[in-house]
């Protein structure tokens, strides 16, 4: 399936000319392996794919023997996989790289030798825990691929213009027309319910069958669960409570995570290990709280109050509703008709913090509960333009699932932050309009701003 990340690996191979290796983390199953085989494909003459979750000991027995002498090392590696390798036409990629680290402690001599391109896929959590015997490689570039976005599923279902148009759209100010809009919505609404995990996304482009989407999803919440068995070493019990209690906690009107509700008397800063262990695993995304919209968010971070979004929200809906004697195929067609008697708020506010991370964007929130009323406040994103200039650097973004909504927050935002404030957003499911000072724009041009 065609990826955005495609192109980031191109500008890399064409940047650097094999001065770096490059390192693509992410969560599993977010399609990594998948992408850079295409890519060694199209783009080299010839390519080894070293996969050391499977690799046997005589090969691995290379980067222990071999290393000093990288005319033998490639020699021998060319006929093991039965592939000619051409100076500065050719690449090397280690998939899942975090099962044997001496392959890249060993990046940094084969960059410098400079004859062939590397690339490296892992998870993260497990490429930071496997580095304990080996010097990280200085020669290695690093980008972090996410599931699907709202474009990448529209092309995967064969729709290749229709994003363009709501660029168009958004950059215009002015809204698609009812009948665009009422597709947009409909498109929008099956990738909120599939999600992003690539072999979900295909699975529906090919069957449009719901309750085989749904199994895909839970096998990978399977994985991510024994990787937290597997890895979240000490610490494995916490990580699970959170994990475990995510679609509950999102469930709240109020939706800032509550460690109490995950253990009774527990204290934020026990469980501090556990969130990092989530966060590295880029299984969910993290909004810290903001003490202040201005102009260095990072600078006003508060670190006891945070938000946890999971990162996939088609994952997110086979968690929330995990009951075995739910007809999940059916709760997924009342989902697709707005029929089901949920709060979807949730998944809603889910989806807008997936989007708004997958474009780039570090994600922060601003809560104010005071008891003098004009500045008890809550602003479910903030996030920070592009380009800074002396004043109005922070964008506000409230998100709303229903249709009859109060903005007594982002009012109240605006009139004391003003100095501060760029365009405020309201991302709700209604078309684009421009009202009092505030823009009001439809879930699907959220991956424009």
């Given at each position: ?10 500008e ?5 000319n094999?001065k770096?290796?490059i390192?693509?983390?992410?969560a ?55 592939v ?66 709202f474009?990448e599923?529209?092309?995967?279902m064969?729709?290749d ?8 759209c958004?950059?215009?100010g002015?809204?698609?027309?009812e ?26 482009t ?23 068995s ?15 209690t995510?679609p ?34 880029r299984?969910v995304?993290?909004?810290?709280a903001?003490?202040?919209?201005n ?23 086979a ?12 709760i ?10 949920i ?20 994600l ?9 009323r ?9 996030v ?8 109005h ?57």
């Amino acid at each position: 399936m065609k990826r955005k990340i495609y192109n980031k690996l191109l500008e890399w191979k064409n940047t650097w000319n094999g001065k770096t290796a490059i390192m693509i983390d992410g969560a599993r199953r977010v399609g990594k392996s998948y992408i850079v085989e295409e890519f060694a494909r199209n783009e080299y003459k010839t390519y080894i794919l070293l996969d050391f979750s499977k690799e046997d000991k005589q090969l691995k027995l290379l980067f222990e023997e071999q290393l000093s002498d990288l005319d033998t090392f490639f020699r021998m590696l060319s006929l093991m996989k039965d592939v000619k390798l051409y100076p500065r036409e050719s690449v090397i990629v280690f998939d899942e790289v975090q099962q044997y680290p001496p392959a890249r402690a060993a990046i940094k001599h084969l960059v410098k030798d400079g004859r062939y391109d590397y690339i490296e896929t892992g998870s993260l959590v497990s490429i930071n825990k496997n580095v304990k015997d080996i010097v990280i490689p200085s020669e290695e570039e690093r980008i972090n691929m996410h599931p699907m976005d709202f474009e990448e599923f529209l092309w995967a279902m064969g729709n290749d213009e229709l994003m363009d148009y709501i660029r168009d759209c958004f950059a215009s100010g002015k809204p698609l027309g009812e009948a665009l809009h009422r597709k947009a919505m409909t498109l929008f609404r099956e990738y909120l319910i599939v999600g992003g995990m690539p072999q979900a996304v295909e699975s529906y482009t090919h069957d449009k069958d719901f309750d085989k989407v749904d199994h895909i999803k839970r096998n990978i919440l399977s994985l991510y669960r024994a990787d937290i068995s597997k890895y979240a070493t000490g610490y494995e019990q916490k990580v699970t409570r959170i994990f475990d209690t995510l679609p509950s906690q999102l469930q709240r009107h109020e939706k800032r995570f509550r460690i109490s509700e995950v253990e009774k008397g527990a204290r934020t800063r026990s469980y501090a290990n556990a969130f990092f262990w989530l966060e590295e695993s880029r299984v969910v995304n993290v909004c810290y709280a903001a003490t202040e919209p201005n102009v260095s968010l990072s600078l006003s971070r508060d670190d006891a109050k945070r938000k946890l979004y999971m990162a996939d929200t088609g994952l997110l809906i086979a968690m929330a509703f995990d009951e075995n004697d739910i007809q999940v195929g059916q709760i997924y067609k009342k989902l697709m008709f707005d029929k089901l008697e949920i709060n979807k708020g949730m998944l809603v506010e889910n989806v807008v913090a997936q989007m708004l991370h997958t474009a780039g964007n570090k994600l922060y929130f601003y809560s104010n509960p005071s008891h003098n009323r004009e500045d008890n406040m809550e602003i479910d994103f903030l996030v920070r333009k592009p380009s800074i200039t002396s004043r109005h650097n922070i964008t506000p973004i409230e998100v709303k699932s229903s249709t009859h909504y109060a903005l007594s927050s982002l009012r109240k935002c605006k009139a004391k932050y003003g100095e501060y404030m760029a365009t405020p957003y309201v991302i709700h499911s209604g078309n684009y309009c421009e009202k009092e000072g505030i823009t009001y724009i439809p879930l699907y041009m959220t991956q424009c701003l």
